[in-house]
């Protein structure tokens, strides 16, 4: 154990989830690789989702971080900012929201919260449709939205929750079924909740692609069957697309674009890696629904003019750089790749994804059960081999997740795949 680690255990709380059993200590990056306190380097296939969306220490964010820091911080309202009306222009004209407002907020988690109290607000309700084994944060309220039930203590949330079927189908009797057959079994489920007597609930709130829940895509289109129901009863839809913002998914800038046939959600959030690592989180609502608090609400940090600025040069970057094709055709390659290694592989059910967004969802062979020793043995294994990879899925955990920054190159796609088939083999 390090020292590190011991001084950690002494005054952090025991759930502050870390990973490995020698937990380890990040010192420094540089594009898609990182180096530990051990002297090693390591490739980064997780660090993309988790902050650093398009590469670590970007020279162009780096330096307008550096730059506005030694101009000015301070408070994000009260005075006019200029960097946070700027990247507040261009999220609202990128959002696909007619008449947007964004407020800005420092994690998704209060961005979720912020967008639940618009709802709340808006409809004059307390009750949401959630999706099952869904992620949403670590609040009071959004753990008490959170499916994912080994990522909600608590079961006193002030708001009434009702979990909706969609997010997951690769297990249970939604297994078998078709693309068309799978929605239309959802869109059925959330009219027969609605039919029992529901009225005034105030939105549903969905990942499109849910990340910590394993990278489960729903079929594209569902979420707009879902809006053809909740339309019928003014309920809004939130996407919460704090995982699936800003190209990730290489076929779109967000992921509520593979269900749009009936257009823009009500709300987006986002978060994550938007500032490529500094604090920026957020959310975009129609005007009349961002408007639908009748007293002041701020926040101090939220658009802060040093994250805004880090925004900013991150979004300039990725959108020069065209990430999101860069996504959809490293992602599609390294997809391909992860598929042929695990064809062979009985400890592999399947592996899935969009863009740089995916998951290998492992189970015991025999059983066909999930299996959490695998992943975790593999996580281990990989970390060895000189690659960071991560792990989620429902309570079982037996889901490894890849997100590397959106700048990742072919070569390093090849050198990562290769990790983990030496990872995987030896599961
Ligand atoms: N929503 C989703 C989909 C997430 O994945 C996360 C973080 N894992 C959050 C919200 C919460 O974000 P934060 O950790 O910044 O509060």
Known sequence: MTDLYDRHRAVLPDWLALYYERPMELTHGEGRHVWGADGRKYLDFFGGILTTMTAHALPEVTKAVSEQAGRIIHSSTLYLNRPMVELAERVAALSGIPDARVFFTTSGTEANDAALLLATAHRRSNQILAMRNSYHGRSFTT?????????????????????????????????????AEFTAACVADLRDMLGQGRGGVAALIAEPVQGVGGFTSPPDGLYAAFKEVLDEHGILWISDEVQTGWGRTGDHFWGWQAHAQNGPPDILTFAKGIGNGMSVGGVVARADVMHSLD?????????????????????????????????????????????????????VREVRGRGLMIGIELVEPDSGRPNPQAAAAVLEAAREGGLLIGKGGGHDTSVLRVAPPLSLTVAEAEEGAAILERALRGA
């Open 143 to 179: 753990v008490g939205i959170t499916g994912n039930q080994s990522w909600s203590p608590t079961s006193l949330s002030p708001l009434q929750t009702l979990y909706v079927h969609g997010g997951v189908r690769s297990r249970g009797p939604y297994a078998a079924l078709s693309d």
């Open 295 to 347: 007293a002041n609400s701020i926040s101090t940090f939220g658009g802060s003019p040093v994250t805004m600025a880090a925004g900013l040069a991150n979004l300039a970057y990725l959108l020069e750089h065209d990430l999101q094709g860069n996504a959809r055709r490293v992602g599609g390659l390294l997809i391909e790749r992860l598929r042929a290694i695990c064809a062979q592989l009985p400890v």
